[in-house]
């Protein structure tokens, strides 16, 4: 008798364990767990780096950065920072012996702060007018080379003005009316004088200043034609690290140089350059070059590559420089030989790399991502990683997440498509509802990273689709410049090969499919629900449809003047209304649809979401408007975050299930 009591008892104790280590479905309230990794630095003698790590205040409704540092080996980690108002863009001093940081800690702006790695309280070194950008350690530790946007002194400000506007290009996201007329420069700081000195003046803005190894120049990127304001061009200048010094114009390309990097030996630099030298560069995407810094040929390494290419750092030898490569759902690590041109993939696979930073011992710091796991810091050693910070285990421990897959399909008219296939845990993959959830850019991809969106949707039993349409990148430039002046035709088709794909093969219940996006994924949502019937739910984000109605509206005057044309010149009109059926034939829409924006929202303006809205409140079909106050294009606040996967699950549920 008392052995079966025992044992019942060890039965019922086993099922409390197995039940309390049962992963669960991801909750919108689950994005105030979720914790991002940024900033990886090295130290000089190559056993610490420093990151930072920006948590969520549910209470408060807002994010907080604060520092870390861990040692190389993967031991210790080590808070440094915990203020309430945060810390970023940490650096080593070149001696090894501080820790810098910005932070404005109850100051009317950032400043530049010193911690002494040994221990103590944080000193404010810099206390700059202006607004302060960026800083970078001269190389022997004595200088900062500060970025800094001209001061103004609004204490002598009597009332409120009308903003005067003479800027061609007059509005941005987040900054808003472009009124104000201070630029930004660079500046010499003397870390034990503190005395400023300034570098460059003039009506230019100059930024991503980069010192070179011996400390005597700096290479900066600038826009210096005749009219900035008029085009996308950049150049990369170089000028003596002295007051009074005079930059020299280093390259001349009509399109964009940026991102310098100056070899150890300081006789090359290494830079990006957009492939289009057209005026406005929406369809591009990054060549990585090098050129001599006493003049020469430019050589375009990776011209024949046909991808993106980003963050690329000179290795230890100065003879070959690592890159990331964005290609078809992946990102990952290369290495090109300078002299030969030769690139070799250092790693990859179905998984994302987001940064690279050179170790002394001549290997890298890098981030990765998967779609199972946020963002953490690997050490890449010998072309194999090992894992450093684990941020991210308590937050994805209890969590059953869906698989990712890649799917191919074929459009009607022969393009082939590579989408990403997000199945719910435990789902047999047949028969599913389906949320085709489409990315913004247009030029951008849908990745092997984890997709908070994404995987909470999955969470709720949907199947997930991602589609790489025709204007994506990580296809070639060819890919994504194939709907220039064309919105709404061959990306409406790409969607609908990956629909039609999944249908055939029994994925996806063809009854209960819903369509949804943000910024170029709205507009595209828009576009679909105008072409056919056949979703029965849509939620539109930040999106827009009578697209001849933004000219002087949103913020990309010079996309619409360069890839459509001013509408009253030629037969551009006709192009506008073209690109405008989903408002103009608003008539045909029968799928319930819900519109959020955001009420700043300058990138997108929320009138694009507001005409679609009144659209269908006039016709009669199911809709909603939801405007979140004081949110620009990206909705920022922790809160309406929620809010809007409360919203968009709700949607779907109630016209999917």
């Known amino acids: 008798m008392h052995m079966r009591i025992l044992l019942t008892t060890l039965v019922l104790f086993s099922a409390v364990l197995c039940a309390s280590a049962q992963k669960r479905p991801l909750r919108p309230g689950d994005l105030y767990r979720q914790q991002s990794t940024g900033g990886g630095q090295i130290s000089p003698d190559g056993n610490w780096m420093l990151y930072t790590l920006t948590t969520t205040d549910s209470a408060k409704d807002r994010r907080n950065t ?69 800083y970078e350690w001269s190389p022997d530790g004595k200088k900062l080379l500060l970025t800094i946007k001209d001061y103004e002194d609004t204490a002598k400000k009597k009332g409120a003005k009308p903003w005067v506007l003479n800027k061609y290009n007059f509005k941005r996201d987040v900054s808003g009316y472009q009124y104000d007329t201070r630029k930004t420069h660079l500046y010499l700081f003397d870390v034990t004088t503190k005395k400023l000195d300034t570098l460059t003046k003039g009506e230019y803005n100059e930024n991503d200043g980069q010192w070179s190894p011996d400390g005597n120049s700096i290479a900066f990127v600038s826009n210096h034609t005749e009219d900035p304001d008029k085009n996308s061009n950049s150049d990369i200048f170089i000028i003596d690290a002295k007051p009074g010094a005079v930059a020299k114009q280093f390259t ?42 006493s003049g020469g040929e430019v050589k375009l390494l990776s011209k024949s590559l046909d991808r993106p290419i980003s963050s690329a750092k000179w290795n230890k030898d100065g003879k070959s420089i690592a890159a990331l490569v964005s290609d078809d759902c992946e990102r990952y690590v290369v290495n090109y030989d300078v002299a030969s041109g030769k690139m070799t993939k250092v790693i990859g696979g179905n998984r994302v790399f987001g940064s690279l930073e050179l170790h002394p011992s001549g290997n890298w710091l890098t981030t990765m991502s998967d779609p199972t796991l946020p963002y953490e810091f690997y050490a890449l050693e010998n072309g194999s990683l090992r894992r450093l910070t684990k941020v991210q285990d308590s937050f994805v421990a209890n969590l059953s997440l869906a698989r990712v897959e890649k799917v191919v399909s074929k459009s009607k008219d022969g393009n082939t498509v590579s989408s990403l296939l997000y199945l719910p845990e435990g789902s047999t993959g047949k028969n599913l509802p389906v949320i085709f959830y489409i990315h913004g850019g247009p030029v951008a991809q849908d990745e092997f990273s984890f997709d908070l969106t994404r995987q909470m949707f999955a969470a709720k039993g949907y199947a997930v689709v991602g589609v790489n349409y025709r204007g994506s990148n990580g296809r070639g430039i060819d890919y994504s410049k194939a709907i220039y002046a064309d919105w709404g035709n061959k990306e409406v088709l790409d969607i609908h090969g990956a629909v039609d794909h999944l249908v055939s093969k029994g994925v996806i219940d063809q009854n209960r499919m819903a369509i949804s996006g943000w910024s170029y994924g709205g507009i595209l949502t828009d576009y679909c629900i105008a072409s056919d019937t056949r979703f029965k739910a849509a939620v539109s984000g930040a999106g827009s449809a009578l697209q001849l109605s933004l000219y002087g509206v949103d913020m990309y005057i010079l996309q619409l003047d360069n890839e459509m044309g001013q509408p009253w010149k030629d037969n551009n009109y006709e192009k506008y209304l073209k690109m405008s059926y989903p408002f103009l034939h608003a008539d045909r829409i029968k799928t319930p649809t819900l519109f959020m924006t955001g009420e700043k929202d300058f990138n997108v303006p929320a009138v694009g979401s507001e005409q679609m809205y009144q659209a269908l409140r006039s016709i009669g079909t199911p809709t909603e408007l939801i405007v979140y106050p004081g949110q620009f294009h990206g909705i920022s606040l922790p809160a309406y975050q929620r809010d809007r996967f409360e919203r968009y699950l709700a949607w779907f549920d109630k016209y999917l299930k």
């Open 66 to 134: 604060d520092i870390w540092m861990m040692r190389w080996n993967g031991t210790d980690n080590i808070q440094l920072t915990s203020s309430p108002d945060g810390e970023n863009n940490p650096k080593w001093s070149p001696d090894n012996k501080y820790i810098s940081f910005t932070t404005s800690r109850n100051l009317s702006g950032s400043q530049v702060f010193l911690l002494n790695r040994l221990g103590g309280e944080a000193i404010k070194l810099t206390d700059v007018k202006g607004d302060l950008n960026d």
């Open 252 to 293: 001349t390309w009509a399109g964009r140089d940026g991102s310098p990097q100056w070899s150890p030996d300081g006789k090359t630099i290494a830079y990006t350059r957009s492939t289009s030298a057209e005026n406005f560069i929406m369809y591009d995407q990054a060549i990585l070059c090098v050129q001599p810094v």
